[in-house]
């Protein structure tokens, strides 16, 4: 039996900011270089920067903005599931996503980047696609564990189209409560394994590709 859920929710195609904001030429160095801290190389957090351009560029996708402790990022749903006390639960699954800049937005960035060097952080991210998919299992007996979790990433838009589609396929045909009790049975060929060891035995074992993930997210 397969429990989850798949939303409508579908990647957004334009992959950069292209309109300006004025109000950035008027904050002060200090402000600029505190905006562009903690920067995520090869992930999806935002910058504060990032967060400014998305207002003013994706006025009607600023609530898909997902606040965990210090991170903001672009990510909805892409499979949901009813409460479910044990067995196989679904952990996270969303679809990410980190744009770049182009148009007056780029030449914008790029002449204060000629005063504040800082920026140069936000102005060379590539556009970025992303899926993430976690499920786990828990039962009664104490037993707990990842059945998988799979990462992909892509700079290409329609790859990631092309991902999405085929792996939605492959996760609403298995049975991951049964996945789960192979994995429990079996639990001496992996869990001594490293994570990227790991990783592939379990994606191997339900029909994904392995992990594609952390590409550093600059030209």
């Not at 992303?130 to 990842?146: A, C, H, K, P, Q």
Request: aromatic share 14%; glycine share 4%; net charge negative.
């Amino acid at each position: 039996m397969n429990d989850l859920i798949r939303t409508d929710n579908n990647f957004e195609m334009n992959g950069c900011y292209t309109e300006p904001i004025s109000a950035i030429k008027h904050l002060s160095k200090k402000t600029l270089y505190d905006m562009c801290s903690l920067f995520d190389q090869n992930g999806y957090k935002m910058t504060t920067v990032e967060q400014m351009y998305c207002s003013v560029n994706f006025p009607t996708k600023s609530s898909l903005y997902r606040d965990r402790s210090d991170e903001i990022s672009w990510h909805v749903p892409w499979m949901t599931q009813e409460f479910k006390e044990e067995g196989a639960i679904l952990n996270h699954c969303f679809l990410f996503e980190r744009k770049g800049f182009a148009g007056d937005a780029y030449k914008e960035l790029a002449e204060l980047a000629e005063k504040y060097p800082i920026l140069y952080k936000v102005l060379r991210i590539r556009p970025k696609w992303g899926l993430d998919f976690s499920i786990d299992y828990v039962d009664r007996e104490g037993n707990v564990f990842e059945i998988v979790h799979w990462e992909w990433d892509t700079f290409e838009f329609n790859e990631i189209v092309r991902k999405k589609n085929d792996a939605e396929k492959i996760i609403s045909k298995i049975d991951f409560d049964e996945q789960a009790k192979k994995l429990l049975e079996n639990k001496d060929k992996w869990w001594g394994m490293s994570f990227k060891e790991q990783s592939d035995y379990k994606c191997e074992s339900v029909g994904l590709s392995s992990e594609r993930f952390n590409d550093v997210i600059w030209e």
